[in-house]
């Protein structure tokens, strides 16, 4: 849960995410059409699959499913398990022409995972496969999933690893905040979760750490939570710790724009925003 988000899809559900649960399917072995609804014949394709692989058998795709459903793929990969990430029209990056779906995992359709990859923080390989899935299966309506922040990864830019060292610093670690992730970091994000809970434990930001480590911050605040702020917000701002004036306007220009209601308030609502803004 904490490192793979996935979504809990159902019969009556509709759209994208749906057409790629089919064509997981089709690639598994199930015969069924890839229309985007998920009714009577893909819950009783859902149902063979989890009878099959000894799961729980109600019909539905959810965290403990999704795992057995998916089919890796990789360029020079073909068939219904390709056809499913290409069909996704989100899979691209900004200005890009769409990714046609013809069922070949060429150099294009690589390009488009590895962008996917990097705006979630996931690690970048040109993979579909469980993890990149599990935030896939996220693209749907409803709240998104907090990106990644982990040992190791190729980090393509360093604001996310500096704002989560900032705020680490911020709940007493002593770690440098120099935009590199690496074990010492990798560390803190242990020893801080070990205070919030007793499993799910690693070295990586997930979704049961961000909404715990982010800190309300506002106009006359001071601190490394305020230069993890900083470091997030688009333009040239001093990361200096201080919530100033320049700081204040940026936040409210900011949640104008993406975050409203527009208070100068930074709370769970402007952070999560924050982390998933992709600023060229």
């Not at 403990?64 to 219904?80: E, F, I, M």
């Not at 480590?213 to 701002?237: R, W």
Request: net charge negative.
């Amino acid at each position: 849960m904490n490192v793979e988000p996935w979504s809990t899809v159902g019969e009556g559900a509709i759209g994208s995410l749906v057409e790629g649960i089919q064509y997981l399917l089709r690639a598994r072995g199930h015969s069924l059409d890839a229309d985007g609804v998920f009714g009577p014949v893909t819950r009783a394709a859902v149902t063979a699959l989890q009878n099959a692989e000894g799961l729980p058998a109600d019909g539905v795709v959810g965290p403990v499913t999704w795992p057995r459903l998916v089919v890796p793929t990789s360029q020079g990969s073909t068939g219904d398990a390709v056809l499913a990430v290409q069909q996704f029209g989100l899979l691209q990056s900004p200005g890009d022409s769409p990714l046609v779906p013809d069922g070949a995992f060429g150099p294009a359709t690589k390009e488009k995972v590895e962008f996917f990859q990097w705006s979630w923080g996931l690690t970048i390989d040109g993979v579909a496969g469980r993890e990149t899935w599990s935030f896939l299966s996220t693209l749907q309506p409803g709240p998104r999933p907090w990106a990644l922040v982990k040992q190791g990864a190729a980090q393509a830019t360093n604001w996310r690893v500096l704002a989560a060292q900032h705020l680490l610093r911020a709940h007493g670690a002593s770690i440098v905040a120099d935009g590199a992730f690496g074990p010492a970091s990798g560390a803190a994000v242990t020893a801080y979760q070990q205070t919030l809970r007793a499993t799910e434990i690693s070295t990586t930001l997930g979704q049961l750490d961000w909404p715990a480590i982010v800190v309300t911050v506002h106009k006359g605040d001071h601190g490394e939570a305020v230069k993890a702020l900083q470091t997030l917000l688009p333009g040239e701002l001093v990361v200096d710790g201080d919530f100033g004036p320049k700081t204040d306007a940026a936040v409210r220009e900011y949640q104008q724009m993406f975050a409203q209601p527009a208070d100068g308030i930074v709370g769970p609502v402007t952070w999560h925003s924050l982390m998933l803004q992709i600023f060229d």
